[in-house]
């Protein structure tokens, strides 16, 4: 069974930087495209980012490209964001998916950016 | 970029009822659509996928239908647990999801 968890979010000040880890199990890690997807309060379900299998290939949607940056480790079975320069519309629960075939959902983990 | 649209944005319906949502594509994404199912204070849920498959432990009260840019997403007979907010995304390529802007069954 495809098993995702989310952790990191927290409260951060406008400008400020944070790192998302997604833990993953139940499945072969290394060869699925993985995204990360949020919801702001309220709002309805935004895709964030796509990361291939090898990590070779990124893809943002253009809210966020030049300041988040999806990585994983292959390693440890760990999908990361990296979220840098934050803007309070970055506020939102933050989901990680198996892009491949949508799988997994977890219950996300909250990042407030407020002062 | 690849837009969708939903409608309705609400829709009142009654248990027993049988309701239909429908999600547009700017463009074609051949069969790449999937439906999802949210509760308030909950992740969502996958429903459908490849616009008509049915996602294990998904009740057969659930279908999908379309290809290329039109699909709808049809509950049979309406039961009390599927009164939610219901989400259709596109995912015909990974340079770029998205989704529709949601449909709250009330």
């Known amino acids: 069974e495809v098993h995702l968890v989310e952790s990191g979010g927290a409260l951060v000040q406008p400008g400020g930087s944070l790192t998302l880890a997604c833990a993953a199990s139940g499945f072969t890690f290394n060869t699925f495209w993985m995204s990360w997807v949020r919801q702001a309060p309220g709002k309805g379900l935004e895709w964030v980012a796509n990361i291939k299998e090898d990590g070779t290939q990124k893809y943002y949607v253009d809210s966020v490209r030049g300041r988040f940056t999806i990585f994983r480790d292959n390693a440890k079975n760990s999908l990361l964001l990296q979220m840098n320069s934050l803007r309070p519309e970055d506020t939102a629960v933050y989901y990680c998916?198996?892009?491949?075939?949508?799988?997994?959902w977890g219950q996300g983990t909250l990042v407030t950016v407020s002062s | 970029d690849i837009q969708m649209t939903q409608s309705p944005s609400t829709l009142s319906a009654c248990v027993g009822d049988r309701v239909t949502i429908t999600c547009r594509a700017s463009q074609s994404i051949g069969s790449w659509l999937a439906w999802y199912q949210q509760k308030p204070g909950k992740a969502p849920k996958l429903l459908i996928y490849k616009a008509s498959s049915l996602q294990s432990g998904v009740p057969s009260r659930f279908s999908g239908s379309g290809s290329g840019t039109e699909f709808t997403l049809t509950i049979s007979c309406l039961q009390p647990d599927d009164f939610a907010t219901y989400y259709c995304q596109q995912y015909n390529s990974y340079s770029l999801y998205s989704f529709g802007q949601g449909t709250k069954l009330e």
């Open positions: 998916v198996r892009a491949t075939d949508l799988q997994g």
